[in-house]
């Protein structure tokens, strides 16, 4: 009988598992040993950390960490797909753990159901060799950044919104990529960022920026292919265009990467009112009397003129009947539309209180605002008109749970 020689740890039944990735002829042996060897860190269990984590749990990774504070939602599993209806209410990182256990159950799992802070991330991300950024949070992305530098770490980062995402791998070391402060060195005002809780997001395109999440994790771990460090990927969706731009390099005047650093031994704390998690942060924008609870609204026997703000495709989902639809952009920046004010002065000088309501009570204290700057001569506009605070959300809650929450 004629003897084989193995020249490689894997066993017969991890040779049959990966048979596919071992005879691609850039891949092999060697790199199938590597990941055998290595760990990756997945922040955000949500849309784009589904499809990673079932990659990276189905490739032959020795260790996979799964961090997410929150828990399964029936809204989350048109595009969350390491979830499922049976796993709903349960905490995300171990509804994903058991989908992922399911695909290989020879994989360390480790699960960390907790909020992120400057305060802990840093004993977390060290154990990995490559965290991918998996969040819908501006914030967060800087205190993954940061503690990814400090830690040496390769950051995979991938964003979504509407029928667009984008991707790159910062703080590659090897190619003396730059960080995520490079470029933004600031956090912009919470306000001024939308994310796809606000705007929306179809399902595929997380599927489609999650997978490739995965892939440039693999290709990092392995040593295999292109990574895509200094290069940003831009995917649209509707128009199914992939374009490849070129980021500058590193800065030396990074507060993090930079020649002097300012952040040296912990990512800083989030600046002071902003949101560092993937809920929607609530604005505070008005004073007390500018504002009506939906108990009060619903207690109200005064004539009360409804304004809706939202979108029209928001609109079709429900809303209040006979309310005066005029969406944020008309009164945000139609100027020169005497018609519509017209309309609004007839409507708020006949009746006694003027109710602006939105999705979750944020657009519509901006539209209060709003409609002061444009009608400020009518009489008693302050204590007429308001904003209905926690908006429609608020009033599913408060007082009618058949109302569609979304």
Request: aromatic content about 4%; glycine content about 4%; charged content about 25%.
């Given at each position: 009988?004629?003897?084989?020689?193995?020249?490689?740890?894997?066993?017969?039944?991890?040779?049959?598992?990966?048979?596919?990735?071992?005879?691609?002829?850039?891949?092999?042996?060697?790199?199938?040993?590597?990941?055998?060897?290595?760990?990756?860190?997945?922040?955000g269990c949500g849309g784009l950390g589904s499809p990673a984590a079932l990659y990276l749990a189905s490739c032959g990774l020795s260790r996979l960490g799964l961090v997410d504070h929150d828990n399964v939602d029936k809204s989350n599993l048109h595009r969350q797909i390491v979830h499922n209806e049976t796993t709903v209410g349960r905490t995300k990182v171990d509804s994903a753990r058991l989908t992922c256990s399911q695909i290989n159950s020879s994989l360390q799992i480790d699960t960390y159901n907790l909020l992120l802070t400057h305060e802990n991330i840093m004993d977390i991300v060290k154990q990995y060799d490559v965290i991918l950024d998996c969040t819908d949070n501006v914030i967060t992305r800087y205190l993954i950044n940061d503690a990814c530098v400090l830690c040496r770490k390769p950051l995979v980062s991938a964003s979504v919104i509407r029928f667009e995402g984008q991707l790159t791998v910062w703080n590659y070391i090897e190619k003396n990529g730059p960080c995520y402060?490079?470029?933004?060195?600031?956090?912009?005002?919470?306000?001024?960022?939308?994310?796809?809780?606000?705007?929306?997001?179809?399902?595929?395109?997380?599927?489609?920026?999650?997978?490739?999440?995965?892939?440039?994790?693999?290709?990092?771990?392995?040593?295999?292919?292109?990574?895509?460090?200094?290069?940003?990927?831009?995917?649209?969706?509707?128009?199914?265009?992939?374009?490849?731009?070129?980021?500058?390099?590193?800065?030396?005047?990074?507060a993090v990467c930079g020649t002097n650093p300012t952040i040296i031994d912990q990512p800083p704390p989030p600046?002071?009112?902003?949101?560092?998690?993937?809920?929607?942060?609530?604005?505070?924008l008005l004073n007390s009397n500018e504002r009506m609870?939906?108990?009060?609204?619903?207690?109200?026997?005064?004539?009360?003129?409804?304004?809706?703000?939202?979108?029209?495709?928001?609109?079709?989902?429900?809303?209040?009947?006979?309310?005066?639809?005029?969406?944020?952009?008309?009164?945000?920046?139609?100027?020169?539309?005497?018609?519509?004010?017209?309309?609004?002065?007839?409507?708020?000088?006949?009746?006694?209180?003027?109710?602006?309501?939105?999705?979750?009570?944020?657009?519509?204290?901006?539209?209060?605002?709003?409609?002061?700057?444009?009608?400020?001569?009518?009489d008693n506009i302050d204590e007429k008109v308001k904003d209905l605070v926690g908006g429609f959300q608020a009033w599913h809650t408060d007082i009618d749970s058949t109302f569609p929450l979304y």
């Open positions: 009988m004629t003897n084989y020689v193995r020249n490689h740890s894997l066993s017969n039944d991890e040779i049959q598992r990966y048979s596919r990735q071992l005879i691609i002829s850039e891949f092999g042996v060697n790199a199938q040993e590597r990941l055998k060897s290595s760990s990756a860190l997945i922040i402060r490079c470029l933004y060195p600031q956090a912009p005002p919470a306000e001024t960022v939308s994310t796809c809780s606000d705007v929306g997001i179809l399902g595929p395109v997380c599927g489609t920026l999650g997978s490739l999440q995965a892939l440039e994790a693999i290709k990092i771990l392995t040593k295999v292919g292109d990574i895509l460090s200094n290069r940003m990927l831009l995917v649209d969706g509707l128009s199914m265009s992939f374009r490849t731009i070129k980021l500058r390099n590193r800065q030396s005047t990074c600046p002071l009112g902003q949101c560092s998690n993937d809920q929607p942060c609530r604005r505070n609870t939906a108990d009060d609204l619903a207690k109200s026997t005064a004539a009360s003129f409804i304004i809706d703000v939202r979108p029209e495709q928001e609109l079709n989902i429900a809303h209040f009947e006979n309310s005066f639809h005029l969406p944020m952009d008309r009164l945000l920046y139609n100027n020169n539309d005497e018609q519509l004010r017209n309309e609004l002065r007839t409507n708020i000088e006949k009746h006694q209180q003027i109710v602006i309501v939105c999705r979750r009570g944020n657009d519509s204290q901006l539209a209060v605002k709003r409609l002061k700057e444009l009608l400020p001569d009518i």
